[in-house]
Structures are given as C-alpha cells and as structure tokens.
C-alpha cells in the first residue's frame, strides 16, 4: 500500500523521523518496504502489508499505530465529526437477507453539490496514484485511505424504495460503473432496490445510481461484508477493486461507523447547507472480544532471549492490547481490528517485532541424532545412497491418478481425481518416456523412486520401487542391474513385487523393508564439489559420422579433432559406438548431440557444423569420412 509521508504526519504532534530513518524502522519491526518515491513536495512510501495485517494496516491510521509503537510517539486526539442532523430527512429503509454481510450502515444527505475537490484533497489522492474525479467520490476514497473501510454513494433519487442487500437471482444482470455488463448467480451479494441491482457487494458499483454533477441526494453506504464470498464473487467476474482487496482479508465491524462518520464529516465540510438524515445502522457493532492467555514462560521459549512480564505487557500496551499480568500468565485484551491476533504465539510474535529480533543473540543448535521417528529419513536416504552409484537416477511421480482407491473430493486435475495404489504404474509410464531418447540400443533407463502410496481408504505406505528398461529385449534378458541393485539394498527378488515385459523389469517394496544405514555414512551422498547446471528443455538434434582412418590411428586423436569443431552447441559427444577393421583401416563412427539452452536449432545450422568438422577431418589425406 502506498502511504503519504504528509498524511502521516498530521497524525503526530512531534516531528516524524527522516523517511530513511521511519522505512528503516518500519522494515525492521512490522512491514518491508518496496520502494520510497518524491511526489510533488511528498514522500510516498510503498509498504508492502502483508494478508495477515490486511485488517488494520491498508491504511494510514494502521501504518500510523505502527509507527507509533515503533518509534514512541503519541498519536493525537482529533476531534469528532461533524453531523447536521434533521430529522425532516426521512432515515435510509435498510433490509439484510443474507447473513454474508454482517453489517450495513446507510445514511441520506440532501442539498449537496458535485464539484471539484479541493486542491489538498485532489493533490493528495493523486499523488498516491488515485485519479481525482469529484468531491464526493474522492470523500469516499480518502476516508478508505484513511481507514481502510471501502465505502460507496448512490443518488437518492434513482433509488427505488429502500436498500436490500441479498443474494442475487441466477442470470440477473447489472451495468457497472465502468460500463461492464455483468451476469449475476445465486452465489453473489448484491445491494438492490425495489427494481433491482444497485451494486456488487463489496467490489463495483452500479450503473443505475450513479452519482452524476447533477446529484442533489446521496444515500451513503458503509458496511461489511463476507471476504471469502467477496474473494469468490470478484473471482467470477473478474474485477479486483480496493474495496474487495480489503474485504477478502477481513475487516472488524467497527470499522463500518467510523469510517461512515468520516465521510458525512467531510460531505458536510465540503456542503455547510447540507443536511443529514438519522444513521440507519443494521447488524453487529462490535466485535467478539478476544481475551488471549499469554504464559510470560512461553514467550522465552520461542524467542530464545528472557523478556519479564513487565516488559511484554509494555511492548503490548504500545500497539493498543490491553494486558492485565495474572501469576505466570498475561491475560491480553485484543484490540477489535487486530483480526490476526488469536493464539499465544501470535502475541509472541508481536512482542519479538516490538523488541527488535536484532537484539536477540543468535545460538548455535545441539547437534543430535536423529530420533526414531526420523527412520523413514534415513532409510530414504540408504536407497539413494546405495543406488545413486550404481547409475540409477531418482524422480518423483505424481501422487494422484486416474484410477485407485481413494478418491479426492476436490482434485488438481479432473483426469486424476485418485491417489495412487502403487508407484509401479508411474514408474511403467516415465520408463518408456525416457528410452525415447536413449542415444544406444544397449544403453538401459535406470530409474528409482521413494514415495507415497494408498492401497486402500485409510492406509497410507511408503514405498519403494525401481525400474530399468531398454529399447531392445535382447539387452534386456541380458541385464543383471535389478538383481545388483536389491542386492545392494540387502534384498532379494524374493522380498519384493515383480513387474516385467520384454524390455523392462520393475520392482516394488515397502520402505520398512530396508535396513537404514548410519547417519554419519549416510552424509556421504552429498559431493560439495558437484557443479549445478540448469538443463535445456528444447528439442535435441543427434547426429552420426563415420570414417575410416589408417591403422594405428586412437579413436580419441580423431574424437578430439570432432570436438574441437563442434562448437558450443555439441552437449553429448562425441560418443564412439563402432569400431571395425578392414582393408589395413580402421572405421570409426561417432555420435554427437546438438542442443540449444534458449532456442530450438535448425537442420541448417547443424549441418552447418558438421559440414565444417568434416572439413577439418579431410584436411588429412589418409582419413575418409563414409558418406
């Protein structure tokens, strides 16, 4: 939220610190900061308030309470409202039918005049980013500033009746402000009068009782609505507003009235003819009080650093919790717009904030074995420390499927709304993925996975299973690395579930079966020399170049003179797969791969390169390449 370095500074008798000094205070004790930028003789702070503090602080009386708890600095008193009650003015005919606003509070102003905002108020919105449209609009969005309370204006007189605020009917329509046509469902609040909709609960206004420079009545509206229903609505039609931003993460009732009288102040400053009706006030006015047992013990506990009683009911009382010391426990009274303050360690983070984590002396952590119920760690971590050297690489599958036992009320995906009964399955599938792009028939995919699985409604396992596949099933018959590998882990074929076809055997087990090794051995997996490098995702070009050479000659002279020509793009290569003798010469056929890490290659440009490595190959006259 963007703050105003002048607003803030009319909440304060003192001098506010230097805005280096106040962003530094704020980073360190409540909210980062995203940027700082000179406005127009302001400062405007960029402070980035997080869902949880929604509530209180998408406003500048929350970032003002915060800085005066950080810094020590009173707020002032600032004086009432003032109202021009008449009781002539017949009061606002409010119904609620649906209990997903909580509060609706309504007032009529009669004999004002659609103007031009003064110049302090214009300038103000403006210069955070606010685009000035009139004198009681911009009210409305200065008192949300202000506050963070969304209010909204209709013209009495295109009112129909009174005000009801209800579910909308299935294939209702409304005309926002903006001219965007809406199709309404049961699921939506909206505010209506006696012939229809007036407003989208919470998010836009309507068409229909737009206030126009020829407004003379306003029915005012201040009220609190659902955020999750708020969030779901703005969801399903697409439109994000200050308004909704504020209602999807909740706002304390009280919120309502304070900042209705606001907005009739300022109408009223703006309108001395102007006149008022009676508040219409429908729903809670206050909060629940939330009372929170704060043991002064568990507060060192978690901070690591002792703080008395004394001292955390003054870092309380600082941002308005009022606390009442009780033996060894603080009884903390929560202020009714902290809606994010409901359990002990909620207060205990706000007493850590408050004294500063920089005062905190950070403590090395005991170093300890791992207890028993870290087994299932450290057999994991035995299955790829004594496969990884084998040649096997680990994946993770997905965790739902298609089919199973299991089914998920509300799934990722409406083609796997299953968990899964094995992990054979998805090893069967990601094994014949990836022996489409084996480079040599003889060469096998060996692949492992640890994971979970949900054989029937209420059992949950974990498991094992590893798999290995070739393109070819004469290669197949002839591997040894399933055996190896339950060898390795102290099993046998015996112990664990077979799955195999002609060119691939996969093997699956529970992970109780295995033995787990010694911690400290277990760390040995982890090589800090090893080099990270992303890979690409663009398709790959393999080509093959055969020659013939004179006897005596090393595959790897002629794989050097290959390699040096082959530029950057050659990623795999070149691989000797062939080797025959005939005729006193050698032939010698070599496989390169050429991929590109930010673009898809072209036939051109690998023939580009290979043309040039042929090139440098017959620079020497006893070397044929086999065309």
Same mark, same amino acid.
């Given at each position: 939220?963007?703050?105003?370095?002048?607003?803030?500074?009319?909440?304060?008798?003192?001098?506010?610190?230097?805005?280096?000094?106040?962003?530094?205070?704020?980073?360190?004790?409540?909210?980062?900061?995203?940027?700082?930028?000179?406005?127009?003789?302001?400062?405007?702070?960029?402070?980035?308030?997080?869902?949880?503090?929604?509530?209180?602080?998408?406003?500048?009386?929350?970032?003002?309470?915060?800085?005066?708890?950080?810094?020590?600095?009173?707020?002032?008193?600032?004086?009432?409202?003032?109202?021009?009650?008449?009781?002539?003015?017949?009061?606002?005919?409010?119904?609620?039918?649906?209990?997903?606003?909580?509060?609706?509070?309504?007032?009529?102003?009669?004999?004002?005049?659609?103007?031009?905002?003064?110049?302090?108020?214009?300038?103000?919105?403006?210069?955070?980013?606010?685009?000035?449209?009139?004198?009681?609009?911009?009210?409305?969005?200065?008192?949300?500033?202000?506050?963070?309370?969304?209010?909204?204006?209709?013209?009495?007189?295109?009112?129909?009746?009174?005000?009801?605020?209800?579910?909308?009917?299935?294939?209702?329509?409304?005309?926002?402000?903006?001219?965007?046509?809406?199709?309404?469902?049961?699921?939506?609040?909206?505010?209506?009068?006696?012939?229809?909709?007036?407003?989208?609960?919470?998010?836009?206004?309507?068409?229909?009782?737009?206030?126009?420079?020829?407004?003379?009545?306003?029915?005012?509206?201040?009220?609190?609505?659902?955020?999750?229903?708020?969030?779901?609505?703005?969801?399903?039609?697409?439109?994000?507003?200050?308004?909704?931003?504020?209602?999807?993460?909740?706002?304390?009732?009280?919120?309502?009235?304070?900042?209705?009288?606001?907005?009739?102040?300022?109408?009223?400053?703006?309108?001395?003819?102007?006149?008022?009706?009676?508040?219409?006030?429908?729903?809670?006015?206050?909060?629940?009080v939330t009372t929170v047992t704060l043991p002064v013990k568990l507060v060192g506990q978690r901070l690591g650093v002792e703080i008395d009683g004394v001292e955390i009911t003054k870092l309380l009382n600082k941002i308005n919790i009022k606390t009442e010391i009780d033996g060894d426990h603080i009884l903390a009274t929560v202020p009714a717009v902290r809606l994010d303050l409901r359990l002990p360690e909620d207060l205990i983070e706000e007493v850590g904030r408050l004294y500063g984590y920089e005062k905190i002396t950070s403590v090395d952590l005991p170093v300890k074995k791992p207890e028993p119920h870290a087994s299932s760690f450290l057999k994991t971590q035995t299955v790829r420390v004594k496969l990884l050297p084998l040649g096997f690489s680990e994946i993770y599958n997905r965790t739902f499927a298609d089919k199973g036992e299991v089914f998920i009320a509300n799934p990722l995906a409406k083609d796997k709304p299953y968990l899964r009964t094995n992990l054979?399955?998805?090893?069967? %599938?990601? &094994?014949?993925?990836? @022996?489409?792009?084996?480079?040599?028939?003889?060469?096998? *995919? !060996? +692949?492992?996975?640890?994971? $979970?699985?949900?054989?029937?409604?209420?059992?949950?396992?974990?498991?094992?299973?590893?798999?290995?596949?070739?393109?070819?099933?004469?290669?197949?018959?002839?591997? %040894?690395? &399933?055996?190896?590998? @339950?060898?390795?882990?102290?099993?046998?074929?015996?112990? *664990? !579930? +077979?799955?195999?076809?002609? $060119?691939?055997?996969?093997?699956?087990?529970?992970?109780?079966?295995?033995?787990?090794?010694?911690?400290?051995?277990?760390?040995?997996?982890?090589?800090?020399?090893?080099?990270?490098?992303?890979?690409?995702?663009?398709?790959?070009?393999?080509?093959?170049?055969?020659?013939?050479?004179?006897?005596?000659? $090393?595959?790897?002279?002629?794989?050097?003179?290959?390699?040096?020509?082959?530029?950057?793009?050659?990623?795999?290569?070149?691989?000797?797969?062939?080797?025959?003798?005939?005729?006193?010469?050698?032939?010698?056929?070599?496989?390169?791969?050429?991929?590109?890490?930010?673009?898809?290659?072209?036939?051109?440009?690998?023939?580009?390169?290979?043309?040039?490595?042929?090139?440098?190959?017959?620079?020497?006259?006893?070397?044929?390449?086999?065309?």
């Amino acid at each position: 939220m963007k703050v105003s370095y002048n607003w803030l500074q009319e909440y304060f008798n003192d001098k506010l610190p230097a805005v280096e000094d106040l962003t530094r205070g704020l980073t360190f004790h409540a909210f980062e900061i995203d940027g700082v930028e000179q406005v127009q003789g302001d400062k405007i702070i960029d402070v980035d308030v997080l869902p949880n503090r929604a509530s209180d602080c998408l406003s500048h009386n929350g970032i003002a309470s915060e800085i005066s708890a950080i810094f020590d600095l009173p707020i002032k008193t600032f004086p009432e409202s003032l109202f021009n009650l008449d009781s002539n003015i017949t009061s606002v005919g409010v119904k609620v039918e649906t209990d997903l606003c909580s509060r609706y509070i309504g007032v009529k102003i009669e004999n004002i005049k659609i103007a031009e905002s003064p110049d302090w108020l214009k300038s103000g919105l403006e210069n955070l980013g606010q685009r000035s449209i009139n004198n009681l609009v911009d009210a409305t969005n200065f008192c949300l500033l202000m506050f963070g309370q969304p209010l909204h204006a209709f013209d009495a007189d295109k009112v129909a009746g009174g005000i009801t605020v209800r579910l909308a009917r299935d294939g209702e329509e409304m005309i926002t402000l903006d001219n965007k046509e809406l199709k309404l469902d049961s699921t939506m609040v909206v505010i209506a009068d006696d012939e229809g909709v007036l407003a989208l609960a919470g998010i836009k206004g309507g068409k229909k009782a737009e206030v126009t420079e020829v407004t003379k009545n306003v029915i005012l509206e201040s009220a609190n609505f659902s955020g999750l229903s708020v969030r779901k609505t703005a969801q399903k039609v697409g439109i994000r507003t200050d308004a909704s931003k504020r209602f999807e993460n909740g706002l304390a009732v009280e919120l309502a009235e304070k900042g209705m009288r606001e907005l009739i102040g300022m109408i009223l400053k703006f309108n001395p003819e102007a006149k008022n009706s009676d508040l219409t006030d429908i729903g809670s006015k206050s909060e629940v009080v939330t009372t929170v047992t704060l043991p002064v013990k568990l507060v060192g506990q978690r901070l690591g650093v002792e703080i008395d009683g004394v001292e955390i009911t003054k870092l309380l009382n600082k941002i308005n919790i009022k606390t009442e010391i009780d033996g060894d426990h603080i009884l903390a009274t929560v202020p009714a717009v902290r809606l994010d303050l409901r359990l002990p360690e909620d207060l205990i983070e706000e007493v850590g904030r408050l004294y500063g984590y920089e005062k905190i002396t950070s403590v090395d952590l005991p170093v300890k074995k791992p207890e028993p119920h870290a087994s299932s760690f450290l057999k994991t971590q035995t299955v790829r420390v004594k496969l990884l050297p084998l040649g096997f690489s680990e994946i993770y599958n997905r965790t739902f499927a298609d089919k199973g036992e299991v089914f998920i009320a509300n799934p990722l995906a409406k083609d796997k709304p299953y968990l899964r009964t094995n992990l054979s399955d998805g090893m069967i %599938e990601k &094994i014949e993925f990836n @022996l489409k792009n084996v480079l040599f028939d003889d060469k096998s *995919v !060996k +692949i492992f996975e640890v994971g $979970t699985a949900f054989p029937k409604v209420g059992e949950e396992e974990m498991r094992v299973v590893i798999g290995v596949g070739y393109t070819k099933a004469k290669f197949h018959t002839k591997s %040894e690395d &399933i055996k190896k590998a @339950l060898e390795t882990l102290g099993l046998s074929e015996g112990d *664990v !579930k +077979i799955s195999k076809s002609e $060119t691939m055997t996969v093997a699956e087990f529970g992970l109780s079966k295995i033995a787990e090794g010694d911690f400290a051995d277990l760390k040995s997996f982890v090589h800090p020399d090893t080099i990270y490098k992303r890979f690409s995702v663009f398709p790959r070009i393999i080509r093959d170049i055969a020659l013939f050479v004179p006897e005596g000659t $090393t595959p790897e002279s002629v794989a050097e003179i290959i390699k040096e020509n082959a530029g950057d793009l050659c990623v795999r290569g070149p691989i000797l797969f062939d080797e025959f003798h005939k005729d006193g010469k050698v032939s010698l056929a070599y496989r390169l791969v050429f991929q590109s890490p930010d673009r898809t290659l072209s036939d051109d440009e690998t023939n580009q390169i290979m043309e040039k490595i042929i090139t440098e190959l017959e620079k020497n006259t006893d070397f044929e390449v086999r065309k």
